[in-house]
């Protein structure tokens, strides 16, 4: 049976918590696991991005490890257990699909995503009136943000916002403000400021980033994977200017930035 290997998972997690286990797996806490789960996501990233699909399936598994390892945690709390975790993520995944699991009728992805967002907001109302909260005070739709970073805190607001019609029509359109930014941010940096860390160009330049994101959110490209990859590139056409110079038996304190630049060309009819 599909996913009955899951149970193996959990029973090595039990043992290497338990009083005969690992002594460093015992000793854990939830706060010296935050970077590692961070770290097994990111990784997992890294792999999909690679296009080896077995290294895929290998981060998959480090991250899943993490999950059973934190439920497990919790479960020592006597706080919940794995099969609270998977209980919850079904019937979530259940209502908030009524058009698969009921009789609801969508037309495309987009409703998908609008009946999502009803699904989602309908629940959080009801979990504010279980625990006694102003019934008055209306929640902001992007409000409950957890931390992210802020790539993609910025791409899931405006998503957000983009779901209840708050969006640009045309592409064109965030084109020209891309340009608008542009200008305010030359106009910041007239005269020169004293302080390299001026407040108005720190805001500018964050105009300037949201503005990206936008651009690429209207592609549907995902920005933070879009960046990685220019990371990834920038990476190897770099190495191209470290390695011939390296042959060329120069580094970088014997070369001008004309000479890099030159480099620079050649790395990206190659990369």
């Keep these: 049976m599909k996913g009955g290997r899951f149970v193996e998972l959990v029973a090595l997690v039990d043992r290497l918590r338990g009083p005969e ?13 935050k ?33 059973v390892f934190l439920a497990q945690m919790a479960e020592s709390e006597e706080v919940f257990q ?16 009524p058009h698969v699991f009921s009789q609801a009728k969508v037309s495309n992805s987009a409703d998908v995503l609008e009946k999502w967002e009803s699904i989602k907001q309908q629940e959080e109302r009801s979990q504010r009136s279980q625990n006694l909260v ?5 929640q902001s739709l992007l409000e409950g943000f957890p931390a992210m970073p802020a790539l993609l805190a910025a791409h899931k607001l405006t998503s957000k916002a983009a779901r209840v019609g708050f969006d640009w029509s045309h592409l064109d359109e965030i084109i020209l403000k891309l340009h608008e930014e542009i200008e305010e941010l030359k106009e910041a940096l007239v005269p020169k400021p004293v302080e390299p860390l001026d407040s108005r160009i720190e805001q500018e330049v964050g105009d300037l980033l949201f503005v990206s994101v936008n651009i690429a959110r209207f592609l549907k490209i995902d920005p933070e994977t879009a960046l990685r990859k220019a990371n990834r590139k920038f990476a190897q056409r770099f190495r191209y200017i470290e390695e ?6 120069k ?5 001008s930035i004309e000479e890099m630049e030159g480099l620079w060309q050649e790395a990206k009819k190659v990369i």
């Design 134 to 138: 102003d019934k008055s005070s209306a």
């Design 21 to 33: 286990g690992c002594p460093w797996d015992r000793e854990q806490t939830f706060d010296t696991l």
């Design 82 to 97: 794995i099969d609270d975790v998977v209980q919850g993520i079904v019937a979530k995944m259940i209502r908030r699909h």
């Design 244 to 249: 011939s110079l390296r042959k060329a038996g």
């Design 251 to 255: 580094g970088f304190e014997d070369s």
């Design 35 to 67: 970077p590692m789960l961070l770290e097994e996501a990111y990784e997992v990233l890294e792999a999909l991005d690679s296009g080896d699909r077995q290294e895929f399936c290998t981060e998959l598994g480090d991250l899943l490890f993490q999950v």
